[in-house]
Each structure stands twice: as structure tokens, then as C-alpha cells.
């Protein structure tokens, strides 16, 4: 992993709890909101190192999308489970429920949040955060979340904002694709724009982290990196995430089912080299192409691959300058550049996939009329623009 110069050890959230402010569980019974990602850096998970504190009842664990072992494939849902170790009762919030039942909360007297996310509006983490918090403050339970970094610098900010027509669960709040909060800000924000407009209060404590700054990279905190889901194996894939994912709503392959997903796209009607040499024409700030071809494989964390056993042609993404590469925007410039090479063959996806993740249907017309990326992206500036000063008010760091 690389480590900044430096050399900057970031001290988490749950250090902190469990540190200096372990009195804010003592005595309760505590459901968490969790997955794998929930470690301490010697590798011991919140749930194990609470479970030594025998002044800590854990009356329930509560899992997102992918499970509590962050090892089921996107999109599966995921079943109720007891845990073999402890025999605590984990509730899945992606399966037939996404939000917890007053049943699921009856016996609890405080809620505490701990998940590593990648700051992007439609990784589905912050959409149980929401859910979650909308039931604590329904039944009046006070909402603990322990803070973890962002894995792109908190300076950057990117791409639309959600329209309130094209709320789901892959984007369930009026924020931009990569909006620049950590969970513990996020958690503030959702308290103030979201809960406070349906009438819900709610007693939110954020253990913040120490020795972080917003404008690191995860990778400059010192802490080592774990993948927060399966096809989010290294740093650089997250990077590009809040861009590329966009191609999952449309008929171009993201590289599910290959070893560098959402860092090389492609089709088998695209000419590799043809895209190759129009993007890197474009000069996006950061990242260059290059030509490659892929054959995406099912696999354990992988169901049924877009064009899966065959061949796709395409670009491999390389990050050349983090500090200025705008990932949703080079998204964007490859999904209008197939367009104009391959009208015939671009397609979104049906069921609207491409709209919701987006976020603005005014985007996916402009795509399909043939636009010029840079005229997409111009397109949500101004909201960009206003979102990244109304933030400002939710920074803890």
C-alpha cells in the first residue's frame, strides 16, 4: 500500500470509542450497522473488540448489501443469519427488508454505524445509513456512527445532482455522484436535509476520527486498505467508480467478471483501437487509454457478467494524476464517445438503470442526441457548484 510521505497515521473512529469513549455503550444494549469493513488497523473487527467489554450488550448485528462478510455478489439479496461465533441474530438489510422493522429494533437502546464507504451516491452503504437512521429516530434510539475516512480526497466533488424524481435505493439522496462526506458528515447532513424535512428528529453522536485531514487519499492516512465489496478490489478502482459504474446502466460491460473492474470498459462492437485514439483525443484531465480486450468469467462474487464467455473490446483506464482526474466526468466522455463512434449499438438499459444511477434524465436525452461530453458536464456545474458551498456546514475536519 502506498503510504504519503508524510507518513500520516489516521486514528478511526471506533479507536477513539473504544479509547476514551467507551461510557457511550456502557450499560446499553447496542445493535450494529456493519459489515467486514469494520476493523480496527490490527485487523480486529468493532464487534469482536466490543465483545471484550463485558460492560457492552450486543443485542444485534445489522448487514448491507453484500452481507456482513462483504463476500455476496452485487445486487443478491442476502438472508437473516446468526452469527456461528456469538450467536447474535444478524438482520440483512438487503433482502426482504432494507430498512429495520420496530421488531428488528425492540430491545435495543442504541444504534452505532460502522462501515468503510467509498463516497459515491449510489454505492448502496449510505442508503442503509439512511434507512436506518429514518428507524432510529421513528423509535427513538440514539444513533452512534463511528467515522472512517473517504477513499478520494474530500476536496473533490463530482457529477449531478439527484433529482428528487429519480430516488431509489442506488440513490436515495439530493447529492452529487461523488459528494465529499465522510459517513460521520454524511450522517449530519442526512439529520439536517433529509430527516429534518420529513419531521424526524434524532439524537446523532459522530466519533470522529483524529489526525485527518479531508484532503487525503485513503491511502495517505496510513491505515491499510480492505475492499469495502467485491468489485472494488484496490484504491484506484474506487477512484473510477463514481464514473464507470455508470456504464452498468447500459449495454457496455464495466469488467465485472475480470481481474481490473470498472477500470477497463468495452463490447464486442467496439474497434479497440478506434475509442482508444478519440479519448485520449479528448485530453481528460488525469487519466490516459489504452486498447484492450477482456472475456468477463461468472465467478464466486460475480453472477452472470455482462457478455459473459465473450470476447469485449475496449479501453483500459489508467490514472496518470489523481489530483485532477474527474471520474465522473470521464465516465461520462466514454459513454458519449461510444455514442457518436457506434450509434447504431450504444443502448440503455430498459428498466431506466442509466436514469437513476445518474441521477438527471435530462442527461441520458442529451447522451442519446448525440452531445459532446464537455456539454453534458456543463450541464450540472451550477448545482455542483451550490452543493460543494451548502456542504461546507457538515465538515467535521
Known amino acids: 500500500m502506498a503510504v504519503s510521505s508524510k507518513e500520516i497515521t489516521t486514528k478511526l473512529g471506533c479507536q477513539s470509542l473504544v479509547d476514551s469513549n467507551l461510557c457511550m455503550l456502557e450499560g446499553k444494549r447496542i445493535g450494529i450497522v456493519t459489515n467486514h469493513t469494520a476493523v480496527f488497523p490490527n485487523g480486529i473487527h468493532i464487534v469482536d473488540e466490543l465483545l471484550d467489554h463485558k460492560s457492552v450488550i450486543i443485542k ?10 462483504g463476500d455476496a ?94 430516488k431509489s435505493f442506488v440513490g436515495i439522496l439530493p447529492i452529487p455522484i461523488l459528494y465529499g462526506l465522510t459517513p460521520g458528515e454524511l450522517a449530519q447532513f442526512i439529520r439536517t436535509e433529509h430527516l429534518g424535512q420529513m419531521g424526524v428528529e434524532i439524537d446523532l453522536q459522530v466519533v470522529r476520527m483524529q489526525n485527518y485531514q479531508r484532503s487525503l487519499w485513503y491511502d495517505d492516512t496510513g491505515l491499510p486498505w480492505l475492499p469495502p465489496s467485491p468489485n472494488i478490489p484496490t484504491i484506484q478502482t474506487a477512484v473510477m467508480y463514481p464514473g464507470t459504474a455508470l456504464v452498468e446502466g447500459t449495454n457496455l460491460s464495466e469488467g465485472r467478471g475480470t481481474s481490473r473492474p470498472f477500470l477497463q470498459i468495452g463490447a464486442p462492437f467496439i474497434n479497440k483501437a478506434e475509442l482508444t485514439d478519440f479519448l485520449n483525443a479528448l485530453n481528460l484531465p488525469g487519466v490516459k487509454f489504452k486498447p484492450t480486450s477482456f472475456v468477463p468469467r461468472e465467478a464466486v462474487t460475480v453472477t452472470n ?92 475536519y
Open 73 to 166: 455478489p452485487a445486487g443478491k439479496k442476502v438472508g437473516n443469519d446468526i452469527d456461528p461465533r456469538t450467536g447474535i441474530p444478524i438482520f440483512s438489510l438487503y433482502g426482504e427488508y432494507r430498512k429495520p422493522t420496530s421488531a428488528m429494533l425492540d430491545g435495543i437502546d442504541l444504534l452505532l454505524y460502522d462501515i468503510q464507504d467509498v463516497g459515491t451516491r449510489f454505492y448502496t452503504y449510505i442508503s442503509t445509513l439512511t434507512l436506518v437512521m429514518e428507524a432510529s429516530g421513528e423509535k427513538g434510539i440514539p444513533f452512534i456512527v463511528s467515522d472512517r475516512p473517504l477513499v478520494v480526497s474530500g476536496d473533490v466533488v463530482d457529477g449531478p445532482v439527484l433529482k428528487d424524481n429519480l
Open 60 to 69: 444485534a448485528l445489522f448487514s448491507p448489501e453484500h452481507g456482513i462478510r
Open 305 to 396: 457478467p455482462k457478455y459473459k464467455d465473450q470476447e469485449c473490446n475496449g479501453v483500459e483506464i489508467s490514472i496518470v494524476d489523481r489530483e485532477v482526474v474527474k471520474p465522473v466526468e470521464v465516465g461520462i466522455a466514454i459513454i458519449c464517445s461510444v455514442r457518436k463512434l457506434y450509434p447504431d449499438y450504444l443502448m440503455f438499459r430498459a428498466d431506466g438503470a442509466f436514469d437513476r444511477l445518474v441521477g438527471d434524465r435530462e442527461i441520458t436525452t442529451m447522451i442519446m442526441d448525440g452531445a459532446d461530453y464537455w456539454d453534458v458536464v456543463a450541464s450540472w456545474q451550477d448545482e455542483l457548484k451550490q452543493f460543494d458551498i451548502d456542504r461546507e456546514k457538515f465538515f467535521l
